[in-house]
């Protein structure tokens, strides 16, 4: 047996893919939403000389802070350091990220005229930068961990290129749905189109499995996500699951589970809006269950927190492919002992 083979048996041999395809393990397994982030010193010393944008581009440095994240924490997978955003820049977008604002796209899809202005991406490789990191923390990483890859979902990247950054109500992104459902969907072709190859590009470069973001989809009635987003979102998830297990995340409506669970994907995200145990029960026995305590409750005191933690995981009731996790990404200003005790906690109290 080479190497290579060697090392794929392990990490598909590891705690996380066990509970991706919901085979027992020994203990449940947890990573964490924005785990390399600023509440953790090791990646402030790293972001501290450096914008957020040239920390993405530059593939050692987006290595380091995965990989120091993972060894800092103790989690069962490594995610890559990067956004869902920087790829709408090939597509045509005029981004920036603004200090206290966050990003911010200068040239937005102002109406149904000027979807034709978002362009296919005609050689991946100006991602390269995404996929080199890749390959630099694929290197480095423990042999039994995961690495996972990630983009935003098509309705969350549409948001973001029709609002020109963050909104409270939608009202432009929902405005071209309803009275331009062809030049809706052709802005979501579009971005699932990219999207398939961009993910199946971190695949061969390295990653394991891929979460796909939903972020804003929490925003649509179960009606309009059926009808404007689902065979969107669906399509990619054929497009990249052959290649690898798809994590379907979406946050901010629990009432869209059964739609989502139809959009595919070997495990579902899902956020603290809903009691685990009736996610399950909803999306059903033959996948399994990332989530899913409230990222707030990680400011608690520390008996507070692990009571917390073990009401996830009761609700999950011994079941197999229950993948810990937050609701949501974990806060800036965030104790790092607290993220550390988490995981500590839920190894402690997830053992079979």
């Not at 694929?138 to 290129?161: K, V």
Request: glycine residues 6%.
């Amino acid at each position: 047996m080479n190497s290579q083979v060697a090392e794929t048996a392990i990490y598909q041999n590891s705690r996380f893919m066990k509970a991706v395809r919901r085979e027992p393990v020994d203990t449940t397994p947890i990573w964490i939403m924005r785990q390399a982030g600023r509440y953790l010193p090791e990646y402030m010393a790293i972001r501290s000389k450096t914008t957020f944008i040239e920390l993405c581009k530059t593939p050692a440095l987006a290595a380091e802070v995965t990989l120091t994240a993972q060894r800092v924490l103790g989690v069962d997978a490594a995610i890559l350091f990067a956004d869902l955003l920087p790829i709408l820049e090939p597509m045509g977008m005029d981004l920036e990220y603004l200090k206290g604002e966050g990003p911010v796209i200068h040239n937005p899809i102002q109406d149904s005229s000027q979807v034709d202005r978002l362009k296919d991406i005609a050689d991946m490789d100006c991602l390269d930068f995404v996929f080199e990191a890749v390959k630099l923390i694929r290197a480095d990483l423990p042999a039994d961990i995961p690495l996972l890859g990630f983009a935003g979902c098509p309705f969350t990247l549409a948001s973001y290129a029709i609002e020109g950054g963050s909104s409270k109500n939608y009202r432009r992104t929902k405005q071209m749905m309803y009275n331009d459902p062809g030049a809706w969907n052709a802005l979501m072709s579009r971005f699932v189109d990219n999207l398939v190859v961009y993910l199946q590009r971190q695949i061969e470069a390295g990653c394991q499995a891929v979460q796909i973001f939903d972020s804003w989809a929490g925003c649509l009635s179960p009606e309009d996500y059926q009808h404007y987003v689902q065979p969107h979102t669906a399509r990619l998830v054929a497009g990249v699951q052959d290649h690898a297990p798809v994590i379907n995340f979406l946050t901010g409506n629990p009432a869209l589970l059964p739609l989502q669970r139809q959009t595919g994907g070997q495990v579902f995200g899902v956020d603290w809006r809903i009691n685990l145990a009736d996610a399950w029960e909803i999306l059903g026995p033959d996948v399994a269950v990332q989530g899913n305590l409230d990222p707030i409750a990680l400011y608690a005191d520390l008996p507070i927190l692990k009571a917390k933690a073990k009401s996830v995981l009761d609700a999950v009731a011994g079941r197999n492919g229950h993948i810990f996790n937050l609701g949501h990404g974990v806060m800036p200003d965030m104790d790092p002992d607290h993220v550390k005790a988490l995981v500590e906690i839920v190894h402690e109290l997830g053992s079979r």
